[in-house]
């Protein structure tokens, strides 16, 4: 198997195309023509990892964190960005980063911090605008329900939790075929009526490509008419954060109990206690203040994230717990998340968690 089909894999399920413009996801050292001898997935693509990487014959390192992030102008080993990388490429190891593309699905990064709450009706917190586009297209009628399916086949159709969601309605097209054609129906250089249905199904724009190619295989003309429209509807299961509720309300101080043994953390920092139960929470993988108005405007009960700053905690102003967990902590079971994706798709393969603790953080009580 070559890296491009692992690559392929988990771009199906976080496509490069949700990374946020300052993020440095794809494949970072290797080639995609590479074939691959073993996976090893990982929070981040340190040195120590890819020795790891190379004592257990796995070619292809997936990490969550880039480690190239900005531009890299000189790779002289002066730091440990650019010793990993030297040493990844002398090794041949391949570096896939899969970054914010996975925090912004909603079965993501935040969906495995979710997971250990065990909230109920999630959805995203901060949904993204402009990545969904409408195509609108004109079929026979007798060929409306074939070209329908091809394009919920490929992609098209999903609103939320619905899918296989379109409209159409019925109305006469006309042409004229010319010169050098073959007419579905009616006659060279003669004005035809054809009855049609207006189709209208709603896509995400990375499969555009996808959804175009199985509308003109299952379409029955070899002129096909057809409209792309950028909508900036804002995508329910796609953006930053995620809201769920307990299934039942507890204490503030039982809820920290809760957080501090299901991500077996050492420490919580959080803001003062109010006195009232939790049940919706907020949470964001990685570093999250960006997100406190939008937990506040949401309503929630506490706001679970990490990298908070002194002055942000006031933010809060009392109307939410909000708790600071860590980085690491607060993304460190995006490991088995990979490998988890990765198993179900390769079951036979060597899929490998990494063992290297790369949190550089440190408590000392």
Sequence with gaps: MKIAAVIGHLESVAPPSLQENYDNAGLLTGSANWECTGILCAL???????????????????????????????????????????????NDIAIYAIHTNLDNVIAGVNGRMADKLGLINRTVLAPKAGILKKLITFVPLEFTEK??????????????????????????????????????AGEQNQLHHEPETRLEILFPAHLESTVVQAMKEAHPYEEVAYDIIPLSNE??????????????????????????????????????????????????GGAGSFLISKALAAGVDAFITADMKYHEFFDADGRLLICDIG???????????????????????????????????YYYF
């Design 44 to 90: 981040d693509s340190t040195e120590d990892v890819i020795d790891e990487a190379i004592q257990k014959k796995c070619n292809l390192v997936v990490a969550h964190h880039p480690i190239i992030f900005g531009g890299l102008k000189k790779i002289n080993g002066k730091n440990y960005v650019e010793r990993t990388v030297i040493k990844a490429i002398k």
């Design 235 to 284: 995508h329910p299961q796609v953006g930053s954060g995620l809201v769920g509720t307990m299934p039942q309300s507890v204490p503030e101080k039982e809820f920290l109990a809760v957080l501090k043994k299901q991500f077996g953390l050492e420490v919580v920092r959080h803001t003062t206690l109010s006195g009232q139960p939790i049940q919706k929470v907020a949470l964001c």
């Design 147 to 184: 070209l329908r399916q091809a394009i919920f086949n490929a992609g098209g159709g999903h609103i939320g939790n619905y899918s296989e969601c379109s409209f159409g309605i019925e109305g006469i097209g006309t042409y004229k075929a010319g010169e050098n054609t073959k007419p579905f």
């Design 327 to 361: 980085h690491f902590e607060s993304e460190q079971f995006t490991i088995n998340l990979l490998t988890e994706i990765l198993q179900q798709k390769f079951p036979t393969f060597a899929v490998l968690k990494s063992d290297t603790k790369t949190n550089p953080i």
